[in-house]
């Protein structure tokens, strides 16, 4: 039985006005088993408010085979860190 | 001490208690992880509520009780439960077969006390309609599952069924400690209920494709402490720690 379901990504959001984080992944027929997995599984010590499921075939992830050409030229970049103004002191928080 | 309320209380908490046993021994042996989680978490809801209703007994018991005695020191004849929460997991249908038909006559039961002019009757009523809630929200989106499922599936839910469908007249059986409650004004009358209890079961059923049992015999007994020959299994292993150890504590 357990071979046959598939698997889904839970994202949850832990608090109101925090965004949605993935949190792990579950066995569930359905989308809707899937939530319900989801809360016993990751919001039963109060974890979360809202709950996003997607079924992990549904998600296209970049090949780790493909790092140097995708993200090794962005290591030599610094100047595209915002870190070469002065800020005035009084601007605060940044 | 008011025996008819404490008698009361313990026919609603030791059906939560005993429950709750049951689906912990499927800890770490559920189907799967998921529902292996889903099940203890509602063991562990069901274990809450039991608390508070024990800790409620056994202040009104005025015999230095706690609720740690009521749990672990009675015999078999004391407990009231009824003999639906204590039929055995035979198999992922039972286990589901029972919560379900537990569950709608729970919330049922718990949205009439939470109106109870006993306080603290009321307030757990209260407390616990968001849990019991999700638990029949669980086990009814099972029952459609396994019953509307494969051919396999769909024979084992309504084996289930069947089985455990004798247990079912007995939840509206009043006793006297519930008659008398009723009476007071702080009980509620079960069999106010129960039409609308099968009604409801028969639609959700109906929905999973199993056919509605038309049994004319019905088991009864475990509300006045007479029960099924698996409750003294339970007793032993829910006891077993208190009576090896007596006052033992965590």
């Excluded at chain 2, 063991?43 to 056994?58: F, H, N, V």
């Excluded at chain 2, 089985?163 to 009043?174: A, G, H, I, S």
């Excluded at chain 2, 402490?225 to 965590?250: C, F, K």
Aim: proline content about 3%; glycine content about 6%; charged content about 25%.
């Amino acid at each position: 039985m357990k071979k046959n379901w598939p698997l889904w990504e839970i994202f949850v959001r832990s608090k109101n006005g925090l965004e949605h984080r993935h949190f792990g992944s579950l066995h569930a027929a359905d989308a809707e088993m899937a939530l319900e997995n989801a809360r016993d599984v990751y919001t039963r010590r109060n974890e979360g408010v809202s709950i996003w499921v997607v079924e992990s075939k549904n998600i296209t992830a970049s090949n780790p085979a493909d790092n140097g050409e995708m993200f090794e030229p962005a290591q030599d970049k610094v100047y595209r860190h915002p870190t070469f103004y002065d800020l005035p002191d009084e601007v605060k928080h940044m | 001490m008011d025996k008819n309320l404490y008698n009361y209380i313990l026919t609603i908490a030791d059906n939560s208690l005993i429950l709750a046993q049951r689906l912990g021994e499927l800890c770490g042996h559920g189907p799967s992880l998921e529902t292996d989680i889903a099940l203890t978490n509602i063991s562990l809801d069901l274990l809450g509520q039991t608390r508070s209703y024990y800790q409620y007994a056994a202040k009104i018991s005025g015999e230095g009780k706690s609720e740690d005695d009521i749990a672990f020191l009675r015999i078999e004849r004391e407990y009231k439960n009824c003999l639906l929460v204590e039929q055995p997991n035979t198999h992922f249908g039972y286990t589901i077969g029972r919560q379900f038909l537990f569950d709608v006559y729970h919330l049922m039961l718990m949205e009439k006390l939470q109106n109870s002019p006993d306080e603290t009757l009321a307030a757990i009523a209260k407390k616990g309609i968001k849990e019991v809630s999700y638990h029949k929200r669980f086990s009814s989106d099972w029952v459609k599952r396994l019953g509307d499922g494969t051919e396999e599936s769909n024979t084992k839910m309504q084996e289930a069924i069947d089985d455990l469908w004798r247990y079912t007249d007995e939840l509206f059986f009043m006793t006297d400690a519930e008659n008398a409650m009723v009476k007071e004004g702080i009980g509620i009358d079960v069999s106010s209920f129960k039409v609308k209890y099968y009604k409801e079961v028969s639609e959700v059923l109906k929905e999973a494709a199993l056919t509605v049992p038309e049994n004319k015999y019905f088991a009864k007994g475990g509300k006045e402490g007479v029960h099924t020959e698996h409750m003294g299994y339970i007793l032993a292993d829910l006891q077993y720690m208190q009576r090896t150890y007596p006052n033992m504590s965590w």
